[in-house]
């Protein structure tokens, strides 16, 4: 099975207990997820624990390991498993009928590298996960301590087109990215003043506004959904000018690739996904005397 080989290279050890007042927004993209792996590694280093943290995707998994506190956790999952079929490829399917295995994750992986859900589940901290309804088309939020947090993660990062809806409490949910890339709209409506957003895509990244092949026909039956994904690409390309705008003024702080980004959603290349972790951790740490400045005044 491939892995990253320089995986033992990875920071390890435990973010102290210090909490950040505001809030950390993580944006999806698959395993574009690596890159903002290496930003919350960095972050935790040197004593970057934000009071809250929301996530869509890839992004609210990425943030159960900062929420844990366990530098390196997401990163040696992401970069020793992604060429296991169990939690990622046929076993995936078979069991869970999606491309990531969440059951494998949940019952085998974590055996192998535990997750400290004591500190997890800690409230003194936040962490809220989006998934999209399909029914309304809407993002949803689901709040540790307030839901089933590893079916939420799961219904956030559950794939369209080659994957199963989640249903919870008989509603259908599928990727959070469908209605909502990049969820920052979350932590200034919960009225956080300090807000970090990790972005996966360079500053410059556009997306197509063209409505999206095949969803009519496959999702005939949630027309709001449909509505909702026509609409998600437009909307972040709105979302990003904001922000953009909103960094300038520094009422945010936005952590975004210094490069442009060629991993793919469903990447394969053990040693490019590897080195999109050190260029998120680089960022963190290029931007880290201005981060300090921004949160401090």
Avoid at 67 to 80: E, H, K, M, N, Y
Avoid at 88 to 117: N, Q, S
């Amino acid at each position: 099975m491939k892995t990253y080989s320089k995986t033992d290279t990875l920071p390890t050890g435990r973010a102290s207990g210090i909490i950040t007042e505001g809030c950390m927004v993580l944006e999806g993209g698959g395993w574009k997820g690596l890159y903002t792996l290496g930003v919350m590694d960095y972050m935790m280093l040197h004593d970057i624990n934000m009071r809250a943290t929301v996530g869509i995707s890839a992004g609210g998994l990425s943030g159960v390991g900062y929420v844990s506190g366990q530098i390196g956790w997401g990163a040696r999952v992401d970069l020793t498993y992604r060429h296991d079929p169990n939690y990622v490829g046929a076993g995936a399917m078979r069991k869970d009928h999606g491309v990531t295995g969440f059951t494998y994750l949940y019952r085998d992986i974590l055996k192998e590298m535990p997750l400290d859900k004591k500190r997890l589940m800690n409230p003194k901290r936040r962490l809220a996960v989006g998934a999209t309804n399909m029914l309304t088309g809407k993002t949803e939020y689901f709040e540790k301590g307030k839901c089933n947090l590893s079916g939420a993660i799961r219904a956030s990062a559950t794939v369209p087109f080659v994957s199963r809806p989640v249903v919870m409490h008989g509603v259908p949910y599928l990727d959070g990215g469908c209605s909502t890339k990049i969820p920052y709209r979350w932590a200034t409506d919960e009225g956080y003043e300090k807000i970090i957003v990790v972005k996966t895509r360079e500053w410059d990244f556009v997306r197509s506004e063209e409505p999206i092949k095949n969803s009519r026909l496959l999702y005939r039956k949630y027309p709001e959904f449909i509505k909702a994904m026509d609409r998600a690409n437009a909307e972040f390309n709105r979302m990003t000018k904001e922000l953009k705008k909103l960094h300038e003024e520094k009422k945010v702080f936005v952590i975004a690739p210094s490069k442009p980004v060629t991993v793919t959603r469903f990447e394969k290349d053990m040693e490019k996904l590897g080195e999109l972790y050190w260029l998120g951790f680089q960022d963190a740490e290029d931007c880290f005397e201005e981060l300090k400045d921004y949160l401090e005044n």
